[in-house]
């Protein structure tokens, strides 16, 4: 890393191919996702910058605002504090505390790992360049009256004490009932109330003259109810439309309406409205103008709407409520039921339904041409069919609610005037200025300042004192502006012209509409371009049952345990060769010993090629040997450039796993079990003439030494010195730490001059080096192996395969027999075709060393 190998600069001359990793959160160590994400990601930029690509990876770190303030929250409770008793100011400080003692762990791992970012360019969404970048966008956008505050209803996170956008939630069916509950009329309560509420009836209409009934799996909230709703064409309930309901145990008068919404084969088909804490509900009350009853606060507990139950937790309060109303006689009955329940994604703290001002942004507009740039195929989903999954996200987006309750975060660039606070809000005695402003602020009426910096004055009155907007910005908008924001954004460098738009986006489908999404609109609005051209969405790692990997399950393998014990390139390659284009991978001991071994083996077949090159002398040309190579040697020669292009295709087009499994069985199966194999004797011996007749095996023809002579010991040695050289290299990208070690060792025995680092920025000069007669200093900086189309030959593959094909019959009949290992055997052979004869006979030497044979005869 300190020889600025995977640094890129500006330079015209050379395509760039960019990418930048999905910042991870500061708070996090490396898991399995992790390493799969950044391993393939690695994997191409290595390829790309080896085919002579201006390759910049551009990594950094994501604050995580309510993660990290959760984990700083916890240190200060073992301390008996909270946030609060240090005051903000004093707790930001802690956090950055925190960051710079822990928020690195995570790059290191990716350095551990082998990520080849471009360092340099480390970047943090809190840092000086990046918040410009937020703030600006915020400013444009509120200019462009894109982003707007209001009272809506939000997700919030009781625990965290905080609003979470829909893709927040995480959503969960769990275990629960739905009670059904007797809402009377109001013209039978009068004067005999408990009486009505009693009766029962075998009516699967759930409705008669006295009352109604509705089915809810969250009663607690019916104490904010100011309405109960039907379907207008719900022939059960028509005539009942307008009448008046009294709202069991607070005795309100709620009425009786009709909403195309309601779905009469539902429930019961009579729905009870919480505008105040149900989304759908919120729609419904805004349409017919019903009152909003706040019955739950912020932290989870019954607000004093809630009458008799104000101050108990919800699910207290739930308890206490279905005891009275089954005391009353409003308890109809209760059915199991599988309950969607909206959890924090942070915390897991189910979350409430609750009426806030926030700061929201308009999402629609931005939506449709980020939808059109899919549809016309400018970003291309890898798989495909995770296009329609973004697709389908996209038509039915809600506004996205920006503001945060928390203070870890880029703060809102909006500031407000105290003096005009005063004016709208007024000034309570025992109120201090801090707290008025917190209540007005909170205040629809109060008029917001935005600006790019805190104003000197209120443009509106002039007054010089005004206060910052407590809230922060969701973690998601300055991750929505990763691609351009590291490039320098707002300020119109020369990296953001060059660089930008990125090439390709590597991440997972959980995070389409969290991230990708909000990027392609991002791109759109502010930089008029998409953010990258290509989205490959990797598979979920799994474990060897097929379940998904989590700490609560305790099936989680732990990247950094595998690097321990079998080696980092090991791990890569597992995941590499586990991960099937748009599958999920299951990951298990098995595959990491798997990988182990081949590893080991890579290493022992070229330190066998190296203990045999210790006299060797790199010919400048593979053509110089003509008519020199035999058939083995044009074999292995085929298969390598067979495996070059095989290889090449598969990267090309992001199947990563089948270019894994191609170079295994390549240098496996084909060069160290065959080809290294083949050649011993011509290495040990110096010549041996591979086409030694079966009739005669004795006699061996040997003429003086010669390059020129086939089945040569040089032959042989330039043929495995040219397939290892190139192999390292189609390597590298799966396994960089042993193809560098081997690299440098093949430097040291052949002892090739090697290109200066600055030669080979220059693309022309990286494109022509030859492994030959030319040798990078590092391979990291070597150029991808070169397709010689010729030397692919099917009839050259054909007749090896029956040379081995013979070769592993005799081996197996012969583990049947069960002779000594070092005991020759005799082999008949029935070959009926002249071709056929004619292989065998030629390479008989090769037979008859690998099967130990003494003699073989052959006939129809």
């Known amino acids: 890393m300190d020889k600025g190998y995977f640094h890129a600069e500006v330079d015209r001359k050379r395509k760039p191919f960019t990418m930048v990793i999905p910042p991870p959160n500061i708070t996090g160590s490396l898991h399995m996702g992790h390493a799969l994400n950044s391993t393939l990601q690695d994997i191409l930029v290595r390829y790309k910058r080896m085919r002579g690509y201006n390759a910049c990876w551009i990594p950094g770190t994501d604050h995580a605002g309510i993660a990290t303030q959760n984990v700083v929250e916890r240190e200060l409770l073992k301390e008996g504090k909270s946030r609060f008793d240090l005051g903000r100011k004093k707790f930001i400080e802690k956090v950055w505390e925190w960051k710079k003692k822990y928020g690195n762990r ?3 791992q990716l350095k551990r790992l082998g990520c080849s970012c471009d360092w340099e360019r480390l970047r943090f969404t809190l840092d000086k360049e990046c918040s410009e970048a937020v703030t600006e966008t915020f400013v444009k956008l509120y200019e462009k009256d894109l982003i707007y505050r209001d009272e809506y209803i939000i997700n919030w996170c009781p625990r965290c004490q905080t609003a979470l956008s829909d893709i927040e939630v995480e959503h969960e069916d769990e275990k629960g009932y739905f009670y059904y509950i007797k809402y009377p009329f109001k013209s039978q309560v009068a004067g005999r109330r408990s009486q009505v509420a009693r009766k029962t009836t075998s009516d699967k209409r759930r409705a008669t003259s006295d009352y109604i009934t509705v089915a809810t799996t969250r009663p607690e909230t019916m104490l904010g109810d100011t309405a109960v709703a039907i379907n207008p064409k719900d022939k059960r309930f028509k005539r009942l439309i307008g009448k008046t309901l009294i709202l069991p145990i607070m005795n309100r008068e709620i009425p009786l309406i009709a909403d195309d919404y309601v779905d009469p084969e539902f429930g019961t088909g009579a729905v009870k409205i919480t505008p105040a804490h ?4 919120f729609e419904i009350g805004r349409k017919h103008k019903l009152p909003e009853v706040r019955v739950i606060d912020t932290s989870g507990k019954m607000t004093r709407e809630a009458g008799k139950y104000e101050g108990l937790d919800r ?3 739930r308890k206490r409520l279905l005891e009275d109303l089954e005391k009353e006689g409003y308890l109809e009955k209760k059915e199991d039921y599988l309950v969607p329940v909206g959890r924090c994604y942070r915390c897991s ?3 409430e339904f609750l009426i806030s001002l926030q700061w929201f942004l308009k999402v629609r507009d931005l939506a449709k041409p980020a939808i059109e740039v899919v549809k016309e195929g400018r970003i291309e989903y890898i798989p495909k069919r995770w296009e329609k999954v973004y697709l389908d996200w996209m038509e039915g987006l809600k506004d996205w609610c920006l503001s945060r309750q928390i203070w870890w975060g880029h703060r809102i660039p909006v500031y407000y005037c105290q003096n005009c606070i005063s004016q709208v809000a007024g000034r309570r005695s025992s109120e201090t200025i801090r707290d008025q402003a917190k209540r007005a602020i909170s205040d629809k009426q109060v008029e917001p300042i935005v600006a ?7 443009p509106k ?4 004192n005004l206060v910052q907007d407590p809230d922060v910005l969701d973690t998601w908008f300055s991750s929505a502006l990763w691609p351009f924001s590291t490039l320098g954004w707002p300020k119109k460098t020369e990296d953001l012209a060059y660089f930008y738009p990125t090439s390709l986006l590597i991440t997972g489908h959980e995070i389409i509409h969290l991230w990708v999404a909000r990027m392609i609109k991002m791109g759109l609005e502010l930089m008029g371009d998409i953010p990258f051209s290509e989205v490959y969405i990797h598979g979920i790692v799994r474990d060897k049952k097929g379940k998904k990997m989590s700490k ?3 099936n989680v393998i732990d990247p ?18 586990s991960c099937a284009q748009g599958q999920d991978l299951q990951l298990f001991d098995e595959k990491f010993i798997s990988s182990r071994n081949f590893t080991n083996k890579i290493w022992n077949a070229s330190r066998f090629v190296l203990m045999n090159l210790k006299d060797f002398k790199p010919a400048s040309s593979i053509q110089d040997l003509g008519s020199s190579l035999t058939l083995v040697d044009r074999w292995i020669l085929s298969r390598y450039h067979r495996t070059v292009k095989e290889v090449t295709d598969s990267i090309e087009n992001y199947r990563i796993s089948e270019a894994a499994q191609i170079l295994y069985r390549f240098v496996w199966h084909e060069f160290c079990d065959w080809y290294l194999e083949l050649i011993k004797p011509r290495l040990n011996d110096g010549e041996i003439d591979p086409r030694s007749s079966i009739l005669d095996p004795g006699k061996e023809r040997k003429p003086a030494s010669s390059i020129q002579h086939p089945g040569s010991k040089e032959v042989a040695q330039y043929v495995m010195y040219l397939v290892l050289e190139g192999t390292l290299r189609l390597l590298h990208p799966f396994m960089p730490f042993i193809t560098e070690e081997i690299w440098q060792q093949l430097k040291k025995v052949t002892q090739l001059p090697s290109y200066p680092v600055t030669q080979l920025k220059n693309k022309k000069n990286h494109q022509t080096i030859k492994p030959s007669n030319r040798q990078t200093e590092s391979i990291m900086i070597s150029s991808w192996p070169e397709l010689d189309k010729r030397r692919i030959n099917a009839k050259i593959e054909k007749e090896m395969a029956l040379v081995i094909e013979v070769t592993t019959s005799i081996r197996n009949i012969r583990s049947e027999m069960g002779p000594a290992p070092q005991k020759k055997i005799e082999a008949f052979l029935k070959i009926r075709k002249k071709d056929q004869l004619k292989t065998i006979d030629a390479n008989a030497t090769y037979i008859r060393n690998l099967a130990r044979v003494s003699r073989i005869e052959m006939g129809p």
Request: with cysteine; glycine share 6%; aromatic share 6%.
């Open 278 to 281: 149900d989304p759908n509900d």
């Open 349 to 351: 703290t189910s979350i």
């Open 552 to 554: 609560s399950l305790g």
């Open 106 to 108: 995570i790059i290191e």
């Open 452 to 458: 790019r910096k805190k104003p000197k004055e209120c």
């Open 560 to 577: 950094l345990d595998i690097i321990a014990e079998y080696g980092t390139d090991a791990l890569r390659f597992t995941l590499a060769s």
């Open 461 to 464: 009155c002039g007054n010089r």
């Open 315 to 317: 699910y207290e309060c």
